[in-house]
């Protein structure tokens, strides 16, 4: 979602903001030299109470700023040297829906996706930034992806970043700036995929055919997998966190008590994954493409076992996303093991490119 209500230089840099269930991660890349894009700058905060965001939406701003500060001043690899920000909103609390239109002039348009809207969205429209991406548009039709945020989540991000000093230029859900990894990630563009961001608190679910195609969400994540496994296994969350990145549902000796650990978690995640399959296939005209391969993201995505349980259970190759390979720290130290994982997100808003915010 572009804001139009603001100046926006694009000869000017951009960094990536993305405002996480406990912490923020910031990431400037440099896009202007050379074949990768270069990290000029990124870091991760300390977690915040869990008062300062309550359902997506940001409501202590002076914690919030001190903790934005805190990771800028003291806790940055690098610098960040702009005060322009691209912002991810949180993919679970926005609404997404493919569209499939006749050919029609621009304003019918506004007009077909309001009423679709309205139709779907069981939230009152003015309360609803509501955009839209066509993928496809012929002589045929178009098709379109319609996103709806809450305005008190997006206006709540709009003032902290002004409170903070910053110029904000583009809002977005995070699973669609994790889709931009696509283009530096060594995925096919050919290929229709399912992309799981696998997070702390929520499992996000979507089918990327050149352009995000449909997205669903589903409550429990990495934190709530942790709490399950400790339980089961009768020991504290921080050893359960251990158990769960050494050994995961891989072959192991816990491999049994963590598997049965994990149903609570990953049983709906393959039910709802085959049904975002099933309605992409449904719903696809002939252009599209089958769904080919099933990329992983986020913190439970580093879980041993994962990968290869997923593609047991649906017939699809399930592989991580890994776009590092194709980014260039320079002289700084990249994140290492699982913490490279929490910079997936972040890294996909900076990487925007200034003409999609005007397209």
Known sequence: MGLNNFSFHPSKPLFGLDIGHSSLKVMQ????????PKVIGYGVSNYYPENVIVKGVIVNYEVLGQIMHELLSSRLNGNINTRQVACTIPTSHTFSRPMTLPPIKKDEIDEAVKLEAEQYIPIPL???????????????????????APKNIVDSCVRFLQLSGFEPVALEPTMNATAR????????HTEASVLIDFGSVAIDIAVFDQSMFVNSTLSGGS????????????????????????????????????AEAAHPI???????????????DERAAERHRKITQIITTGGGATMPGLNEYL????????????????IDFGDLRPPSGLDSSTYITVAGEAILNPAEIFS
């Open 29 to 36: 890349l440099d896009k202007t030299g050379g074949k990768k």
């Open 126 to 148: 003015e309360s609803l930034y509501i955009d839209y991406d066509i993928s496809h548009q012929d002589s045929a039709g178009i098709e379109l992806l319609m996103v709806a």
């Open 181 to 188: 990894l696509f283009s530096i990630a060594d995925l096919s």
């Open 223 to 258: 934190d709530t997998l942790t709490n399950l496994i400790a339980k089961k296994l009768g020991v504290t969350p921080a050893e359960a966190y251990d158990a769960k990145n050494a050994y995961g549902i891989g072959p192991s000796q816990k491999m049994k008590e963590i």
């Open 266 to 280: 990953l049983d709906p995640l393959v039910r709802e994954v085959r049904k975002t399959m099933r309605y992409y």
């Open 311 to 326: 593609t047991q259970q649906l017939g699809v190759p399930t592989r991580r996303l890994d776009p590092w390979r194709n």
